[in-house]
Nanobody
Framework: QVQLVESGGGLVQSGGSLRLSCAASGSISNFNTMGWYRQAPGKERELVARLTGGGSTAYADSVKGRFTISRDNAKDTVYLQMNSLKPEDTAVYLC??????????WGQGTQVTVSS
């Protein structure tokens, strides 16, 4: 059973930066796609950034140019660098990874709060 553990969330002022980490219990080479989602109170969960095994990336329009998804295969970790944070970025951020046979695994989430 794959486990994903997020870390790096916290409270930051508007304009600040945070880096989220998602550590996998096994090799991330087992994953076809790795992504970060977020869910704010009263809102639906939305895709923030996605990284494929081939290295392609995709971002929500609201975070383009501010957020960057990356991975470190040696550490079996996926990162989300978040710069120029805004209050509307406040949410629980969740890591999700999909294996090559289309099984999805989710982390427990990490809270990001951006104060104005």
């Amino acid at each position: 059973q794959v486990q994903l553990v997020e870390s790096g969330g916290g409270l930051v002022q508007s304009g600040g930066s945070l880096r989220l980490s998602c550590a996998a219990s096994g090799s991330i080479s087992n994953f076809n796609t790795m992504g970060w989602y977020r869910q704010a109170p009263g809102k639906e969960r939305e895709l923030v950034a996605r990284l494929t095994g081939g290295g392609s990336t995709a971002y929500a329009d609201s975070v383009k140019g501010r957020f960057t998804i990356s991975r470190d295969n040696a550490k079996d970790t996926v990162y989300l660098q978040m710069n120029s944070l805004k209050p509307e970025d406040t949410a629980v951020y969740l890591c999700c990874c999909r294996t090559w046979n289309f099984a999805d695994y989710w982390g427990q989430g990490t809270q990001v709060t951006v104060s104005s």
